[in-house]
């Protein structure tokens, strides 16, 4: 079974430029999960999508940070313009199905964001 | 709200050893709670969960880890330590009667294990 797919693994960017991620979840996951995690921190979660709906967004700096899945199935995460401080790995992660709290993610393997 | 405490940032344990990771959590109705590694430049791997029933859980790689409801904790054990055991591990916890269906990760506690 493939994994959750996520790229690219390494970018390195300009403050007050743009970026964006994907990420491909496990076939079939209704659910995925972005979440950012800061060098010695741990993941927090910034948008959560059931299908192509969201289903918390609370923590997603909406100033500059937008995701979307809109088949429902890949997702893309675009921060424009960075700040220094969105150095950081983002990880996406992919379950069954949100509704179901006994099930655990699985993740990507991150892409990590350098802003200079 | 729900959350996790990991009071650890570091434990240091000898090969052959066995240690323990220490996780508390706060929630409030039934929790499920659960520990991923995280090996360098690597994504979150799942270990084990505790969802219902009997107070002690057993996950990947020989580790196991202890539900207390009385002491609101979900240790992490291993009865013998490795070398390949050190990494970056991280307790969760998805709280069943608060609505929120968003699993809420600890700082996490580097776990090195020497020769």
């Known amino acids: 079974e493939a994994g959750v797919a996520q790229s690219p693994r390494y970018k390195i960017i300009e403050k007050r430029q743009s970026v964006a991620f994907w990420c491909n979840p496990i076939?079939?996951?209704?659910?995925l999960y972005w979440y950012q995690q800061i060098l010695g921190q741990g993941p927090k979660l910034l948008i959560q999508?059931?299908?192509?709906?969201?289903?918390?967004d609370s923590q997603l700096p909406k100033d500059r940070f937008s995701a979307e899945r809109l088949k429902g199935v890949d997702s893309t995460l675009k921060i424009q313009p960075a700040k220094l401080e969105d150095s950081a790995v983002y990880l996406c992660?992919?379950?069954?199905?949100?509704?179901?709290?006994?099930?655990?993610?699985?993740f990507g393997e991150g892409s990590r964001l350098t802003v200079l | 709200a729900q959350s996790v405490a990991q009071p650890e940032d570091q434990v240091n344990v000898a090969e052959g050893n066995p240690l323990t990771v220490k996780c508390t959590y706060s929630?409030?109705?039934?929790?499920?709670l659960f520990w991923y590694v995280q090996y360098p430049n690597r994504g979150l791997q799942f270990l084990l969960k505790?969802?219902?029933?009997?107070?002690l859980v057993k996950g990947s790689y020989g580790f196991e880890a202890e539900f207390n409801k009385s002491q609101t904790s979900f240790h992490l054990k291993k009865p013998s330590a490795l070398v390949s055991d050190s990494a970056l591990y991280f307790c969760?916890?998805?709280?069943?009667?608060?609505?929120?269906?968003?699993?809420?990760f600890g700082r996490g506690t580097s776990l090195i294990v020497h020769p």
């Open positions: 969760a916890v998805r709280d069943l009667a608060g609505g929120s269906y968003i699993p809420t």
């Open positions: 076939s079939g996951h209704a659910t």
């Open positions: 505790y969802i219902t029933g009997d107070n």
């Open positions: 992660a992919s379950s069954l199905d949100s509704r179901d709290n006994t099930g655990e993610l699985f």
């Open positions: 999508f059931q299908n192509n709906g969201v289903v918390d």
């Open positions: 929630v409030s109705g039934n929790p499920y």
